[in-house]
């Protein structure tokens, strides 16, 4: 089972692009927009292969807050998209619980300071 298929099974609700763009009540290239602008993550998957979200990054009618810097952060920290996904919804016993939860309840600096460790 390769990195994607694995979070296939970890997160169990993904949206396509137009589902998020409906649920955000904005365009599909505003998601695309969001996406490269790393305020959301999208991945290859399917058959056929198209671009999803995973819900879990979604907060309502909007990405999870702070989403945009951790991703940022983790970028600079070296890893790619499927590993920070992975990082996000990893249960984290200094937290505890898992990033993306901490996030949602508006820890982001509990977040951000473990995930600036990574790069030591």
Same mark, same amino acid.
């Not at 997160?11 to 365009?27: F, K, M, Q, T």
């Not at 952060?73 to 901490?102: F, K, M, Q």
């Given at each position: 089972?390769n990195?994607?298929?694995?979070?296939?099974?970890?997160?169990?609700?993904?949206?396509?692009?137009?589902?998020v763009? *409906?649920? /955000?009540?904005?365009?599909?290239?505003? =998601?695309?927009? @969001?996406?490269?602008?790393?305020? !959301? %993550?999208?991945?290859?998957?399917?058959?056929?292969?198209?671009?999803?979200?995973? *819900?879990? /990054?979604?907060?309502?009618?909007?990405? =999870?807050?702070d @989403?945009?810097?951790?991703?940022? !952060? %983790?970028a600079?920290?070296?890893?790619?998209?499927v590993?920070?996904?992975?990082?996000?919804?990893?249960?984290?016993?200094?937290?505890?619980?898992?990033?993306?939860?901490?996030?949602?309840?508006?820890?982001?600096?509990?977040?951000?300071?473990?995930?600036?460790?990574?790069?030591?």
């Amino acid at each position: 089972m390769n990195s994607t298929e694995e979070l296939e099974t970890l997160i169990p609700e993904w949206w396509a692009l137009p589902d998020v763009a *409906e649920r /955000l009540g904005v365009s599909v290239a505003i =998601v695309r927009r @969001l996406v490269d602008d790393r305020e !959301l %993550l999208a991945l290859r998957q399917g058959s056929p292969k198209v671009w999803r979200v995973p *819900e879990v /990054l979604l907060d309502g009618n909007s990405p =999870v807050p702070d @989403l945009r810097g951790t991703l940022t !952060l %983790l970028a600079d920290c070296g890893y790619d998209d499927v590993e920070a996904l992975r990082w996000l919804i990893t249960e984290d016993d200094s937290l505890p619980g898992r990033p993306i939860d901490a996030l949602r309840e508006g820890r982001k600096t509990e977040v951000r300071r473990r995930a600036q460790a990574l790069l030591f």
